[in-house]
């Protein structure tokens, strides 16, 4: 079987690659991004990042929950290595993870389609993974997870039908069966970057 490949990463102020696993709410990201996570525990070179969110804490993701105004601060001082609005929420990744990008690390985040030429125009190489689902899945499981009400559950689905008309990823990872299958491909892609 002929070695499939991925895109070259551009030229950038750190040798690692910043893996922006993208998509649409409801895509399946944090399970697909998980189970990679324990596929992947013993592989040296990779960085699963824990994002810092303006949100009350919630079983459905691991993440650091922050009040707004905390999250300001931090922000002006620096202390995220990237940072962005999306859904009415501020996200943000450690500036500590710059040290695992010098070193050549992968580091696999949770990110936003809106933020990768922003990480991008930092000079930060980003290898931009969309996880999708068909429409009826995404709908479904924004409403499964029980974070949103039914006004904020229709301001992500138009949210990401207006990002399915103007994004591009540099690699699609269907999500519509299990997740163990999108998780396999996940792991694939971040192997081949972590090895770089």
Same mark, same amino acid.
């Given at each position: ?44 070179? =990779?960085?699963?990042?824990? *994002? ?9 993701? !691991?993440?650091? /929950?922050?009040? @707004? +105004? ?71 499981? =924004?409403?499964?997870?029980? *974070? ?9 689905? !138009?949210?990401? /039908?207006?990002? @399915? +008309? ?31």
């Amino acid at each position: 079987m002929e070695a499939e490949s991925f895109p070259a990463p551009p030229a950038a102020r750190f040798p690692g690659t910043l893996i922006a696993v993208v998509g649409p709410s409801g895509a399946g990201k944090d399970t697909v991004i998980r189970l990679a996570r324990d596929e992947l525990a013993v592989v040296p070179g =990779i960085v699963f990042a824990t *994002r810092i969110i303006t949100r009350p804490p919630h079983p459905s993701e !691991a993440y650091e /929950a922050i009040g @707004a +105004e905390a999250f300001a601060v931090r922000e002006a001082a620096g202390d995220f290595l990237i940072s962005w609005r999306a859904n009415g929420l501020a996200y943000g990744l450690p500036a500590a993870l710059a040290q695992d990008l010098a070193q050549g690390f992968a580091v696999v985040a949770n990110f936003s389609r809106g933020a990768v030429n922003a990480a991008r125009n930092k000079a930060i190489r980003v290898l931009a993974v969309e996880i999708t689902a068909d429409a009826r899945l995404l709908a479904e499981r =924004i409403d499964a997870r029980g *974070r949103e009400d039914a006004a904020m559950c229709e301001d992500r689905l !138009a949210r990401n /039908a207006a990002y @399915a +008309e103007s994004f591009r990823a540099d690699i699609v990872i269907a999500n519509n069966g299990v997740p163990e299958i999108a998780a396999s491909r996940l792991s694939e892609v971040i192997r081949i970057y972590a090895l770089q």
